[in-house]
Structure formats: C-alpha cells, structure tokens
C-alpha cells in the first residue's frame, strides 16, 4: 500500500510540476482576450498594459499606396487606403484600411492588380428603399475586405443630398435623414456583420466638394441636428459603426476634424458614441485637435507623421493635450475593434477566396431592385421579346455601365470597359457589362445595332429604321469635383433628335444624382439606371423586358431647373445653408416649387393602391397600419410611403418622411402594414432645452406613393413632450 501511496504522490508531484512549466511556458495572460468582458472592459485591460509609445502607434495611420517619395510599411496592404501597424507583443492585429461603400476600392496606383465586385453606388441602394438590401450588399463588401486581408472599410458615406451638383452625391444615402440613416445604416451593419470595422463619414456637412477643404458650412445648430445630423445619428444606431470619419470642410467656423462642438459635444457626450473618430485623408491640422475629439490622424505618408506622434507627446508635454486624452483615444480604438471582433476574427490573408460569381449576382439584385422608371407612356416598356429592331444609342452602352470616380472606385474585373476617357483626375471607368450584348441577349430574334450617337444625324437615322430605340445618356461624377446638372448640349440635342425619329424612345439614365431632364416631355420612356455596378448591364436589360419589374424610388428630388435649389450658383467660401432643415422635397413643399420628378417617386408595371390608413397613439408611441394592394396583372413591389404634417405648420417644412414599408405583391394581393413613428420625427430640436420637443396639436399622417402623391390622410392630436435623450 506504501509503495503504491508513493507512487501516486509522484505521479501527482510531476503533474503539478509539469502543470507549472506549462503555465510557465505558456504565452503571457491576456485577459483582455477575455470575450465574456465588455468591449470596454477589454480595452482598459489592455490600455493598462501599453507604453506611451505603443499608444502613440494606435493614432496614426499611414498611407498604404506608395508615391514617388513614399514607401508605404511593409505589412500595408500594397494599394490600399491606410494602414496602421499592430503591437504584436499584446496580439493588437493591424488596422488594414480601405474604401469604400461601393466594394473593395484600391487607390489608382494599383488598380490593374486588383479587382473587386462592385456594387451599384450608393445612392442607387438607396433608391431600392429596401435596407435588406443594403445589408446584403454591405455584407459582400465585408467578405471580400476579409479575403484581401483589409479590417477597416471606410464606408458609411451619408452626407445628405442638400446640393444635388456635389460631385459624391453618388457615393451617400439622398436628401431624406430617414431614408440615408437608415440604408446607410444597414449597409455598414453588412459590413460589420464579417466582423470588419467600418466608418459612418464624412462628419459633418461635406455637402460638396467644391473647396471640400476649406469652405465653412454655416447652419444653426436645431436645424443641422434635424438634417444632417440626424441621418449620422441614425445611421449610427442602426449599425454601431466602430468609427466615424471626420470630414474636411469647417463647420460654423471649425474645421470638422478638430471641431468641439460636433465631435466631443454631440458625438461623443450628447450621442454617447463610444468608438473613435478617424480624419479623413489629410484633414488633421494639428496635435491640439486631439483636444477637439479627434482619436486618429490616418492617411498620412510622412510629413504630417508627426501630428499624432512626436508633436502630441510634445503638445501633452506642454498641457495643451491632456495626458489623459492619449488613453481616451487608444481605448476609444481599441474598444471598437473589441465589439466589432477583430481580436477573435483576425484577417489572416489578402489572397483568400472569393466567390465572385454570388457576389456579382449580389450587385446585380440590387441594381435592378434600384431603377426607377421615372416615365412610362402608352406602356411602352417592357419591351416585348418578339420585338423585331432595336437601336442602342450612346453611353458606351456597346462596351459597359459608367461607375463614379475617386477613391470609392471599384476597379472591376475584366478591367475598365471603355479606358482612355477624360478627365484623367480620376480614373473614368466603365463596368465591363455591357447593356448591347444583354439587350440582344433578351431578343434574340430582333435586329439590335449599335450607334455611338457621336454623330447626331447618324443616329437619328439608326432610331427611324428601328421599332424601338434605346438611347442612353451618362453624367460622370466624382470625388474632389462637383458636376453640373446639365447632361451637356450634345446629349440633349442627341436625345431630341432620336425621339424625333422614333416616338417609341427609351431613354436609360446613368447618372451619379439628379439632373436636368430638359426633353422629357419628348421621349416615351425613362429609366433611371445610376451607376448600377459590376452587373448593371445585365440589369438594365432585364428591366427594360420586364423580367424585373422596376421598383425603385428616388431618394433625390429632380429638379426642374437649378433656380428652384436653395443656391442657384454653387459657391464655396462660407456657404450659408440658409434653407437650414429644409433639404430636397422639404425646400421645394416649403416653397410651392414643382420639381421635374418628386423625391420618393416611381412607376411600376402594375398598379397599386393603399387603403385603410389609421393612426394610434399608445403611450408615447404613434402607429400607424394601412394596406397595400396589386391591383394590376403583373407582381411587383411597392413602396407605401408616409409622411407626417402639423396641422398648424410650424416646421421647417409642411411635411417630413416618417416611415415606409415595400412590399411584394403578386398580383391581386394585399398586405397589411405598420410603422412605428420615430418621435424624433415628430419634433424639432429645441437648442435651449438641447431636447427633442414635440409641440401639442393635430398632425396628420399621410400615406402615398411619393412626396407629392399623398391621396390617403388621418389627423391625430399629440400631447406636448420633450424626448429624453439626444
Ligand atoms: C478621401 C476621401 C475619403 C476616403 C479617404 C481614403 O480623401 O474623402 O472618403 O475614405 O480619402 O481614401
């Protein structure tokens, strides 16, 4: 019995030993790596355990395209947006950083290298009113980051459309707060949901690009929190964004990056955003704007390395950062990537697969579910399959579908359609997909010829011959530029003519935003197609023969003439957004200005009506139910739009939009529907109380197709009451 109790005490001696040694051996404890903590928890652990200078490193970022006297670190992402280098001694991963919201964008340096899915651009998604959409295009993009070794997606683009020339109208989410809140939203929670950070930009009222840098948006504080604050605010709690991005432009004053008031007085403290704040490429003016709220000085390629590095030190040195701020800022960092996971999800590769071919079928659903067919007469689309000619006109339709330009460009695979083109700021670039190849595709028995329409007679004589004609007209958008409005004196003159040799004339839009649509009592029928992406040709042609039935919505009023916007004559310097809150269809309401085609607008090829609206107020809750029907012979999908009134005015505008619901609907059915009311939406924002106060009265709800199409209304009496929270 001795032997065996000494045998077993040994074996328990080398146990515990042996347990030691590994415990020894074993890496050093992380419990920061401790995924039952709070992301906070997580981050201060860490904190805790960080040299000045490893918290330095967290808050600057480095360009990750080389120039002639810049050579990106190593680990960048050769091309991409930014890079910010890990501290492996305590499992801190990169922050991998690329654009944008439209897909995986690498800087023109390298866009031959590589190519990536795009989708159709954001404001497209945002004309599908469908934020399950926006998800699943937001979720591809996430995927396809991870697989080329990219963790930050600098997406999230949500500057409201309060000038339609601003030359990234085409990369955000429209005039609405509502609506751009809500599908931007969504698009970044796809993002996220691969566990890749992604930004919400450019904060605040970078409402343009002329002067981007420079210029000073001047806006009272009540209406910019109803405008364009309020789609950041609900863009924000629709996703959690890991990080907002701090935009170029001054504001009131200040520049956005170091801006007090935005950053640490509503962000931060009203709104309780607990992630950080990055610049955007080169807006960091100094170490003091660590003072202001911002936590990242990113895109930097040597000379303003210091900002963030030697010169903060310095400047906390010297009181006028507090020491505090750096910890504030790298826990602010580290917190969000904590909740958005990539600790536990660390890219590991930027050669990983890609499934291209669901992910192109991605882009494609969401570029037919974003055209809007804004004029249908005689019913003259769909085209019928059987049809016997077709003339395809202009837009290097033979070739593929125009993109945006800047640093939200997809480079697609198969390379740019149609290279070559001016200006060269920018690269022009075409998705190869080309609209020619899928309209014959789709008739096949039709003669279907192709006219460049350089030559206007030429192509008059092309659309004569033809029983129908296709004429496609583009306006090229971009970054650091804003455009005008006008489709250019040969695109009209193109259009006119061709509809005056063939009164069944199609015209098919691919524009980034509204534009001036001067012929549109000419032409039969009109598409708008955006720049619908790597598919968009394929999409196009299925909605011109009705295998989709259109059912997009604009997002953005249209225009009747650049005397109806607030400035007439875009300007820069200090730009005064008198028309405060009152952004798009809400300035044209407020004055009786009739635009070409209203926000939410939209034709179908069925018909659909509501009925049984009703309004409930339950609390502090205001409901509202109704129903929709299809009451043609064909499916298709509704969108049922409601907008509030006060009966007594008072507002920036006689209505606002507060909620929608699409639908779809075969033919002969119903649905019933309910929304519940942001009470936000119901209020102004009162900046003495610094409250949502709803005013007591009668408001009535109305239910419709359009911001202007509103035949269905009930009245309801609200209690006064200020809302709780920002
Ligand atoms: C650009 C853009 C921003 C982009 C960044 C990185 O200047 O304003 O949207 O994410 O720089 O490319």
């Not at 950080?276 to 390629?301: F, I, K």
């Not at 769909?382 to 945006?404: E, M, Q, T, Y």
Request: glycine share 10%.
């Amino acid at each position: 019995m001795k032997k065996l109790n000494n045998k077993l005490s040994v074996i328990l001696l080398l146990l515990l030993t042996s347990c030691a040694q590994l415990r020894d051996s074993a890496p050093p404890a992380r419990p920061w790596m401790n995924a039952s903590l709070s992301p906070d928890a997580r981050a201060d652990l860490l904190m805790a355990q960080m040299t000045r200078q490893e918290k330095l490193a967290l808050v600057t970022g480095f360009w990750g395209s080389p120039s002639p006297d810049y050579t990106p670190p190593a680990l960048a992402r050769h091309g991409s947006a930014g890079f910010v280098p890990g501290i492996a001694r305590l499992g801190i991963p990169p922050q991998w950083q690329t654009d944008a919201g439209i897909g995986v964008a690498q800087q023109r340096s390298v866009q031959e290298k590589i190519t990536r899915t795009a989708l159709p651009s954001g404001l497209a998604v945002a004309a599908t009113w469908n934020p399950e959409a926006a998800f699943q295009g937001g979720a591809m993009i996430g995927d396809e980051a991870r697989a080329s070794g990219l963790n930050v997606q600098l997406a999230g683009g949500v500057n409201l459309l309060r000038e339609p020339r601003n030359g990234r109208n085409f990369e955000y989410g429209g005039e609405d707060p509502l609506l751009a809140g809500v599908m931007v939203g969504a698009a970044v929670r796809g993002i996220q949901s691969n566990y890749i950070l992604s930004t919400i930009k450019h904060f605040a009222f970078n409402d343009q690009e002329t002067e981007r840098k420079s210029y000073n948006a001047v806006i009272d504080e009540g209406a910019a929190r109803m405008s364009d604050l309020l789609a950041f605010q609900i863009a924000l709690e629709q996703s959690h964004a890991g990080a907002v991005m701090c935009s170029y432009n001054r504001v009131n004053g200040d520049y956005a990056c170091s801006n007090d008031g935005l950053l640490n007085g509503i962000l931060k403290k009203d709104w309780g955003f607990p992630g950080y704040v990055m610049s955007d490429w080169g807006a960091t003016h100094g170490p003091e704007d660590a003072a202001r709220g911002l936590d990242q000085n990113t895109g930097v390629d040597g000379d303003a390395l210091d900002l963030f590095g030697k010169r903060l030190a310095d400047a906390m040195a010297a009181g006028t950062v507090p020491p505090a701020r750096l910890d504030d800022m790298g826990r602010r960092i580290l917190r969000s990537m904590f909740a958005v996971g990539l600790f536990e999800h660390p890219v590991t590769t930027d050669q990983g697969d890609i499934d291209f071919k669901s992910h192109e079928l991605v882009s494609q659903r969401t570029a037919e579910e974003s055209m809007v067919l804004l004029k249908n007469d005689q019913n003259l689309l769909p085209l019928a399959a059987n049809i016997r000619s077709i003339a395809v006109i202009g837009g290097h339709a033979n070739g593929g579908v125009l993109s945006g330009g800047g640093s939200s460009q997809v480079y697609p695979r198969g390379g740019n359609a149609v290279p070559g083109l001016k200006p060269t700021s920018w690269p022009v670039v075409y998705n190869p997909s080309s609209p020619l190849a899928a309209i014959r595709a789709h008739a096949p028995g039709a003669e279907v010829r192709y006219d460049a329409g350089t030559d206007i007679r030429r192509s008059a004589r092309a659309a004569r011959k033809a029983q129908a004609a296709v004429v496609f007209v583009t306006q090229w958008a971009s970054e650091s530029q804003d455009v005008s409005l006008d489709l250019g004196t040969h695109q009209n003159a193109l259009v006119r003519a061709v509809a005056k040799a063939n009164p069944r004339t199609i015209v098919v839009l691919e524009t980034g935003g509204p534009v001036l649509l001067p012929w549109r009592s000419q032409v039969k029928a009109i598409v708008e197609a955006w720049y619908p992406g790597t598919r968009g040709g394929a999409a196009i042609a299925k909605v011109l023969f009705g295998d989709v039935n259109p059912s997009g919505r604009l997002p953005a009023t249209f225009p009747a003439s650049l005397s109806q916007l607030p400035r007439p004559q875009l300007q820069g310097g200090t730009v005064q957004y008198a028309e405060g809150a009152a952004v798009g269809y809400k300035w044209f309401a407020a004055h009786q200005l009739q635009p070409a085609f209203p926000f939410g607008f939209g034709l179908s090829y069925t018909t659909f009506t509501h009925s049984a609206l009703a309004a409930r107020v339950e609390g502090d809750a205001l409901h509202v139910t109704f129903q929709a029907r299809n009451i043609g012979k064909r499916a298709g999908r509704d969108v049922a739009q409601v907008y509030v009134a006060p009966v007594r005015g008072g507002w920036e505008a006689p209505r606002r939009l507060a909620g929608w619901r699409k639908f779809d609907l075969a033919p002969g059915a119903g649905m019933n529907a309910g929304i519940t009311i942001d009470p936000r939406l119901l209020a102004t924002y009162d900046t003495t109380a610094h409250a949502w106060r709803i005013a007591a009265g009668d408001y009535r709800l109305l239910l419709g197709t359009s911001s202007q199409d509103l035949p269905q209304s009930v009245t309801v009496t609200l209690a006064e009451r200020t809302l709780k929270g920002p």
